[in-house]
């Protein structure tokens, strides 16, 4: 569990402007620690297990087996839906108009739904769809081929230092994807170092350079100050030690904070500076709790500092996973990671396939939808 990352939530006030402090100010934290213990999520629906007097590990879940408990609550809005839709009659326009009440509530947006519903009626004439399965193997189907376009892995080998850049909202879920990023890009045999940026709360730095000690990360933080200064000082240190990949933090912030907006410009500019050619990857953090509210952010961070890719986490505490068929109809961006849970694990690269599986594949211990199985393990 990233408990050690976890903080109080900031409010967009906090996000005001501070001076830049000296540049010798730059606190560098480089120790070697103990790995941390990555708590997996209880399933939703498990029971309460009695304490016992020796404590039992649980069994690691798959990403596969994690992405399903994760999607559980859209699946439940999706594929439950569509379970009791098509279990109970045949293909008619009542049926396809319940179902485009469903993927609604499943916040994939009217252009996505209308897309959906108008592949499934072609599908439904020209193929003569009868039964329930095969409607709901068409939607999957379809679904797949709008989200499809979305994936597209990032690829961090073109430059060195490869320079990450994150922004979103204040709690979207910036910091913790950091530490887990961190953590994915070590495990690929990449030097990593993260860049303090979020300077208007003590405790996001605080977090950070806890986490950097305990996975032997170097973390490159300031007291106070700006954060073009501090990611300026760690993009100097990342390339003195030859470091692959910078992770650069921001303070969250709405994109109605229109002088908020202008300093994460202004961060990406001094980018530039300290790295000709970067940020290499500017990523935006959604929580997909915000549904359709998505869709204006990802246009005003576009708008403001270019946004070449895309985190969407929390897909684990939502039924509203089907914003990203709305993403991909309205404002397509690579999405390269999605999160599913706390835990260090469950931010993992975006594969439309095991998505789709993941949300029509019916719950254990229930008749299988027709959706073909699959995910990685
Ligand atoms: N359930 C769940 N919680 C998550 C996920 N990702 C992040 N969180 C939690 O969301 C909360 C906010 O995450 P932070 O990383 O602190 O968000 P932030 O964007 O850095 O926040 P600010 O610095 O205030 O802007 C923390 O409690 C995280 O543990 C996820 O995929 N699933």
């Known amino acids: 569990m990233f408990g050690f990352l976890k903080k109080k939530r900031g409010t967009a006030d906090e996000a005001g402007t501070a001076a830049p402090p000296p540049e010798s100010a730059a606190a560098d934290v480089d120790v070697a620690a103990a790995e941390p213990v990555a708590e997996i999520p209880a399933e939703p629906a498990a029971e309460p297990v009695a304490a016992a007097a020796e ?6 879940r798959s990403w596969s087996e994690r992405l399903k ?30 179902l485009e009440a469903t993927l609604l ?25 009868e039964t329930a399965d095969q409607l709901q193997q068409t939607l999957a189907d379809a679904l797949h081929a709008i989200i ?46 993260l860049a303090a940026g979020d300077t208007f709360r003590a405790a996001a730095r605080e977090q950070l350079m806890t986490w950097g000690e305990r996975n032997n990360v170097t973390v ?29 933090d921001t303070a969250g912030r709405l994109p109605t904070q229109l002088h908020l907006m202008d300093e994460i410009a202004k961060v990406k500019r001094v980018i530039a500076k300290a790295e000709p050619g970067g940020p290499h990857e500017v990523m935006l953090v959604l929580d997909a709790n915000i549904g359709q509210n998505a869709l204006a952010q990802v246009q005003a961070f576009d708008k403001a500092i270019g946004v070449t890719g895309l985190v969407v986490t929390k897909l684990d505490g939502t039924a509203k996973g089907g914003v990203l068929a709305a993403i991909a109809r309205q404002c397509p961006k690579p ?4 999160g599913v ?4 694990d469950d931010l993992q690269p975006f594969r439309a396939r095991e998505f789709v599986d993941a949300l029509f594949e019916p719950a254990p211990g229930t008749a ?3 959706t073909e199985a699959g995910g990685r393990a």
């Open 55 to 60: 404590p039992v590990p649980a069994p690691k």
């Open 69 to 98: 408990a994760g999607l559980a609550r859209t699946r439940q809005q999706l594929g439950g839906g569509l379970a009791s839709l098509f279990g109970r009659r045949r293909i008619d326009e009542d049926l396809l108009e319940e």
């Open 105 to 129: 509530m499943a916040d994939c947006g009217v252009e996505a739904t209308q897309h959906l519903l108008g592949e499934l009626r072609t599908r439904w004439k020209r193929d003569r769809l």
């Open 148 to 193: 499809a376009p979305l994936e597209q892995p990032l690829e961090v080998s073109g430059h060195s230092p490869y320079i990450i850049m994150i922004a979103g909202v204040n709690g979207s879920g910036k910091t913790t994807s950091i530490g887990k990023l961190a953590k994915y890009f070590q495990a690929q045999g990449k030097s990593v170092l």
């Open 220 to 248: 490159v933080a300031q007291e106070g100050g700006d954060a073009a200064a501090v990611i300026f000082d760690a993009i100097n240190a990342a390339r003195a030690r030859k470091v692959d990949v910078v992770l650069a």
């Open 335 to 338: 999405l390269r990671f999605i």
């Open 341 to 344: 849970g706390e835990g260090i």
């Open 368 to 370: 299988r939808s027709g």
